[in-house]
Nanobody, 122 residues
Framework: QVQLVESGGGLVQAGGSLRLSCPASGRTFSTYAMGWFRQAPGKEREFVAAISWSGGHTAYADSVKGRFTISRGNAKNTVYLQMNSLKPEDTAVYYC???????????????WGQGTQVTVSS
């Protein structure tokens, strides 16, 4: 059974940092691209960052460039999202996803985690 399980969310003050983790199990995800998306209440799910299977190619939403960093573990089956200089507008449920391309649209990802809440207070 395919599983993506996010962790690392929580409550942080503006300007603080959090690191999200997402290990994948059940399939060989080392050859999959992985991405992070987020969804705030009343809003559509939006792209945050993505990384290729090798880790050599990354993509970021303009709103997080320079503040967030996506990376993969050595075994390639875990993806991380280091979030620095957090802002209240970063508050959302964050989802990790796995797919075959480094895409920016949710439809490009076949597997999804259950999400982890990130709340940034002002």
């Amino acid at each position: 059974q395919v599983q993506l399980v996010e962790s690392g969310g929580g409550l942080v003050q503006a300007g603080g940092s959090l690191r999200l983790s997402c290990p994948a199990s059940g399939r060989t995800f080392s050859t999959y691209a992985m991405g992070w998306f987020r969804q705030a209440p009343g809003k559509e799910r939006e792209f945050v960052a993505a990384i290729s299977w090798s880790g050599g190619h990354t993509a970021y939403a303009d709103s997080v460039k320079g503040r967030f960093t996506i990376s993969r573990g050595n075994a390639k089956n875990t993806v991380y999202l280091q979030m620095n200089s957090l802002k209240p507008e970063d508050t959302a449920v964050y989802y990790c996803a796995a797919g075959t391309v480094v895409g920016t649209r949710p439809v490009e990802y076949a597997y999804w985690g259950q999400g982890t809440q990130v709340t940034v207070s002002s």
